[in-house]
């Protein structure tokens, strides 16, 4: 699974992407992709908030992911 | 709505604006035009550097501009974003309606811009003297 990083999250992780593998546990809902953010990655929970994007829609904490979907992690935004 | 413009651009050029939003059946036009200011919470701020998840900014601009027409009666909607290194008074987003009379296009325009602010994904990092800060980043 590959998740396109953005803003501080780029410079959290250190890349613009990151790929889980199926050596971990592929998370497979978004609120699942935001606890293996905070655990792997603690500053993540240091962040007002940020949501996650699926095929560039803001998805709930509930919605599925699949192998497929263009996933994103979206800091919050501060455009204008 | 019969023109709309959404765009993510490299450089804003201010003086289109005006001419795109022009319009026979609008008495008024909008424009918001937001700016690199020197100062942020008294430190000099040396430039700014804007970055977008483009797709799905653009797919969000697009909704912003459609939920606009919806709420106004508006003839041309306009809403431009520019990316990259943006130096003290240059322009980085540009709004704009224009609609038959003055209310709606001055309402309409306040919605764009407080709108894009809140949803559209796009990140401004602050570059101070020593410093860089992704502006609403930590809580």
Same mark, same amino acid.
């Given at each position: 699974m590959d998740v396109l990083l953005f803003g501080i999250a780029k410079d959290i992780v250190g890349n613009s992407e990151i790929q889980i593998t199926s050596k971990e546990k592929i998370p497979n809902s978004v609120q699942e992709l935001k606890d293996y953010l905070i655990r792997k990655f603690?500053?993540?929970?240091?962040?007002?908030s940020f949501a996650v994007a699926v095929n560039s829609e803001y998805a709930q904490d509930d919605v599925p992911l699949n192998r497929n979907d263009e996933i994103a992690i979206i800091p919050p935004v501060s455009g204008g | 709505m019969s023109k709309k413009i959404v765009a993510i651009v490299d450089?804003? =050029?201010? @003086?289109q604006v005006f001419t795109e939003l022009s =319009?026979?059946? @609008?008495?008024g036009i909008c424009v918001f035009v937001g700016t690199v200011r020197e100062f942020t919470q008294g430190e000099e701020v040396v430039s700014l550097e804007f970055e977008t998840y483009q797709k799905m900014a653009l797919k969000e601009m697009d909704k912003i501009a459609l939920d606009a027409a919806k709420k106004w009666n508006l003839n041309i909607v306009i809403i431009r974003h520019a990316v990259g290194l943006k130096k003290v008074e240059e322009p980085v987003v540009v709004v704009g309606a224009s609609s038959a009379h003055r209310d709606a296009c001055f309402e309409a325009c306040r919605y764009l811009i407080d709108t894009l602010k809140e949803t559209v994904p796009i990140w401004k990092k602050e570059m101070f003297e020593n410093k860089t800060v992704w502006v609403s980043a930590h809580p």
């Open positions: 603690p500053d993540f929970g240091k962040l007002s | 450089r804003i =050029d201010t @003086s =319009d026979a059946q @609008s008495g």
